[in-house]
């Protein structure tokens, strides 16, 4: 057999080496930080919910992007305790943004694949809730559709203890993973958000258009919330209106902000509420 050596293999180990042995430390470090991308109703462009973004700010390498340790995280299992301490920051800072008066519907927080399987996830949830004093009503759970397929069984039971928590429940990205929309009925979700790489062809694109459309037409039978995420321009958001999407979450109205400048959009936009 014939074994090739690249000094770039070499040096990508040693990379994900060090970058593995930081993120180690990081959450102990407090490098972690959480943006929130809000979400607007399509039919009066109130905000009803902020999804909770996690950033890395590293204290030699800067910003860090997710898509450099978020799977490195699920490789090593970090993402578990990483995803813990997502869950109680976002519940802290909403129960901070009540007390403050803040009208902002719920947080979204993304569980992954290898935290929505670990034996302690149902505890971290109640605990995150408890610790906070945030109403589980406000917190909403995302779970990708490959996370659900896994093994479909277990989810279904899963899922219904999470409900029992109060929270809300949505798949993340659907329509890009193996499960169909008939399977939806077997779930106890509340909320399907469509995949940015469909809303990316809308309207011009006559499959992407059918699906989105489709995906509405059944969620709303089945009593789901639609949300579509990547909304980038106006054609998209008008299009997703008159579809009865929802919801819409992209840079067409917010990028990702920092809790400071999305309480400040909050106060110049009139959206505290009156104490």
């Known amino acids: 057999a014939f074994q090739l050596f690249n000094k770039e293999m070499s040096n990508h180990a040693l990379e994900q080496m060090l970058l593995e042995n930081s993120l ?3 959450i102990e470090r407090k490098e972690f930080e959480l943006y929130y991308q809000p979400q607007f109703s399509t039919q009066d462009g109130a905000i009803c919910g902020s999804e909770a973004l996690i950033r890395w ?10 898509g450099m340790f978020i799977t490195l995280a699920e490789q090593t299992g970090l993402i578990v305790p990483l ?3 997502v869950l109680r920051e976002a ?3 909403g129960k901070a943004w009540l007390d403050r008066g803040y009208q902002f519907g719920r947080i979204a927080v993304n569980l992954s694949p290898r935290q929505f399987s670990s034996d302690d996830l149902l505890a971290t949830i109640d605990n995150a809730l408890d610790q906070s004093g945030l109403p589980s009503a ?4 995302e779970i990708t559709e490959g996370a659900i397929m896994q093994n479909p069984q277990d989810a279904v039971m899963l899922l219904k203890r999470m409900r029992e928590l109060g929270v809300t429940i949505s798949v993340d990205d659907f329509g890009t ?4 929309l008939a399977s939806l009925k077997q779930y ?3 909320t399907l958000k469509i995949d940015r790489s469909f809303v990316k062809g809308i309207p011009a694109d006559a499959d992407d258009v059918a699906i989105t459309e489709a995906i509405i037409a059944i969620a709303h039978k089945l009593h789901l919330k639609v949300v579509a995420e990547g909304v980038e321009s106006q054609e998209q958001h008008d299009f997703l209106r008159a579809a009865g999407c929802d919801m819409v979450q992209g840079y067409l109205h917010s990028q990702p902000l920092s809790a400071s400048d999305i309480e400040q959009c ?6 505290q509420a009156e104490t």
């Open 91 to 93: 519940c802290r800072q």
């Open 177 to 180: 993973g193996y499960s169909s």
């Open 138 to 141: 406000m917190l909403e759970l």
């Open 188 to 190: 106890p979700l509340d």
């Open 83 to 85: 995803g813990a301490w």
């Open 24 to 26: 180690r430390h990081a």
């Open 266 to 271: 909050w106060y110049l936009g009139g959206a």
């Open 57 to 66: 700010r590293h204290p030699t390498r800067g910003l860090v992007a997710p």
